[in-house]
């Protein structure tokens, strides 16, 4: 069942340059979005979200872009530090839900 | 700045043992989750929990697995008799309000435990 897909298992970019993440969802029900940060021995960190109403969210060196129509978002980094290796989930929720329901991850890796 | 905090980190248990697993929300959530990880998968809902009762389960949460908020602080997740295939990362989440509110929801997890069941 993969409702929510992250088709690159990984990125490696260079210190400066724009990590570009996408995510692709089938289910309609989802109406709000979130990627998450995971490093190795720990938990997920929430990043950055966005609601269907809109198209666009900017946070800092972070920024989603929600597709609607084409089911797809992607999360743009920039510019990338080392520091933001790490493993980047895209998740989603349904309307009214509680329950995550997660990609299988990009793992990003910023080269100085 | 507050943080959802799990014990043990680490657990190594032989099949068919029970296990508990501890978490602490953040104080001033009212929402409770468990996810697990399996090597090499994707992370999985397995259980929300509102106002000392389930209000979500998944296919994966069979009578095996129970859950409880016993005192005001601890969130805990129990597993009767372990299996092999339940060895994974088991990651506890919290957030304030229900999406069912209309409100936008942003749930935090803590470290996780890592379940080695042999």
């Known amino acids: 069942d993969q409702q929510v897909k992250q088709n690159s298992p990984s990125l490696s970019v260079q210190e400066g340059r724009i990590s570009i993440l996408n995510c692709d969802y089938t289910?309609?029900?989802?109406?709000?979005f979130l990627w998450y940060k995971k490093y190795p021995a720990e938990g997920p960190t929430f990043l950055i979200s966005?609601?269907?109403?809109?198209d666009k969210n900017e946070d800092g060196r972070f920024t989603v872009f929600l597709n609607k129509s084409a089911k797809h978002l992607s999360l743009h980094i920039v510019p990338s530090q080392p520091g933001d290796s790490a493993v980047y989930f895209c998740?989603?929720?349904?309307?009214?839900?509680?329950?995550?329901?997660f990609g299988g991850g990009t793992r990003v890796l910023v080269k100085p | 700045e507050p943080e959802v905090t799990q014990t043990p980190s680490h657990q190594v248990t032989q099949m068919g043992q029970e296990v508990i697993l501890r978490c602490v929300p953040i104080?001033?959530?009212?929402?409770f989750y468990w996810y697990r990880q399996i090597l090499g998968q994707k992370v999985e809902f397995l259980v929300s929990f509102y106002n000392n009762e389930i209000s979500e389960k998944s296919e994966i949460f069979d009578d095996q697995f129970s859950v409880e908020r016993p005192d005001g602080s601890n969130f805990t997740l129990k597993i009767r008799s372990t299996k092999l295939e339940d060895s994974a990362m088991y990651f506890c989440a919290s957030s304030t309000i229900n999406r069912g509110q209309g409100f936008q929801e942003t749930q935090y997890f803590g470290p996780g435990t890592r379940l080695l069941v042999l």
């Open positions: 998740a989603a929720l349904e309307v009214a839900g509680n329950k995550l329901t």
């Open positions: 289910n309609s029900m989802f109406d709000y």
């Open positions: 966005i609601s269907s109403i809109k």
């Open positions: 104080s001033n959530h009212l929402y």
